[in-house]
C-alpha cells in the first residue's frame, strides 16, 4: 500500500530547503489549509442554507458580492490572524489592505494577497470555484504596521504562491518556487493528501480558454491565434477544443494538467485587461513557471510587471509554453 502523506507532513518535510526558515511559512500554509475545508464547508452545503445568492453590496471593483465572496474572505482573515504569521492582508473584497495591528500579528513576516472565491458567478449554477492565494516577505520592519508598498511587490518576489479549488473534488496546488504539487482533500478524514506530485504543464495542448464572446472587442493578433487554434490541421493537431468554464481558476488548473493555453486580453471594454494582477495573475502565473509554462500580459513577463495598485488589472496569457508563445508571436506580427 503507498504511503499516505498529508499536506501537513509535507510541508514540515519541506521546510528544510529553506536555508531562512523558522516554521512561519510552515505555519502559514497551515492556516490557509484550515481555511479551505472551512470554505469547503460552506461551498458544499451551500444549496442547503441561505448562503447562495448576491450579498446586496458592491465591491470597490464595482462587482455585486455574493454572500460566499464575502464568507470566504472572512474566513481566510480570520485564519491569518489568529496566525500570527501574516502582518497584513490585500483581497479582492476589501477595498485598500487591513493591517493587523494586534500584539499577535503585528511582528509576522509575512502579507498575503488572495481572491477569496474566484468564478462568483458560477456559485449558484454548481459548478467549480476557488480560491487564489500569493505571499510575499514583509518590506517594512517587524512591530510596526504593513503599509502599502509591503503589497506592490512583483510577482518574481512571491516566497509562495497557490490556489484551491472547489470542484468535483477539492484540492490545494501550491508553490514554494520549488516545484508544484497537488493536495486532494480526503473528506473522510478532512485531510489534504498529496496526489499530485511534481506537477509539469505539457510544453503544448489541444485546449483554449477565451471568452469567445469578446473577439470584436480584441486586438486583431488575438483573433489571429483564436483562428490559428479553429483550423485544421492534423500535423499540429488542430482544431484545438476549446473550453471555457469562466472560473479562471479551474479554467488554469485543467490547461496546467492537461495542456493549454488561458487568455483574457485586453479588450474594448477592458483596456487594462480583466483580470486582477495582484492576486489573480501572479500567483498562478508563479504556480504556471513553476511547473514548465509560462505566463505573460502579452507583451511581457507577468511576474516582472512592477504593481502600482493594489486591484490592477492586466492582460493575462497562461499555460503551455509553446501555445503562449505561439499567442504571443500572433500579437506581435499584428501590431
Ligand atoms: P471573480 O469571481 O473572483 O470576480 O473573478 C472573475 C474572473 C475569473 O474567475 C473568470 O475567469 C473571469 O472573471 C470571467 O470573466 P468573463 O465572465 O468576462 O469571461
Ligand atoms: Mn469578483
Ligand atoms: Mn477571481
Ligand atoms: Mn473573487
Known sequence: MSKITTLNDFVLERQKDFAYATGELTNL?????????????????????????AKGETNIQGEEQQKLDVIADEAFIRAFKSGGE????????NDDFVAFEDENSINGKYVVLFDPLDGSSNIDVNVSIGTIFSIYRRISEPGTPAVLE?????????????????????????????????????????????SHPNIKSPDTGRIYSINEGNLDRCDPGVKEYVQYCREDDAATGRPYSGRYIGSLVADFHRNLLKGGVYIYPTTNNWPEGRLRLLYECNPLAFIAEQAGGLSTDGHQRTLDIVPTELHQRCGYYAGSKDMVEKSMSCLKHKE
Open 29 to 53: 500554509l497551515s492556516d490557509i489549509a484550515v481555511a479551505s475545508k472551512i470554505v469547503n464547508r460552506d461551498v458544499n452545503r451551500a444549496g442547503l442554507v441561505d448562503i447562495l445568492g
Open 86 to 93: 501574516v502582518c497584513g492582508i490585500a483581497s479582492e473584497e
Open 150 to 194: 509591503d503589497f506592490l511587490q512583483k510577482g518574481a518576489d512571491q516566497v509562495a504562491a497557490g490556489y484551491v479549488l472547489f470542484g468535483s473534488s477539492t484540492m490545494l496546488v501550491y508553490s514554494t518556487g520549488n516545484g508544484v504539487n497537488g493536495f486532494t482533500l480526503d473528506p473522510s478524514i478532512g485531510e489534504f493528501c498529496l
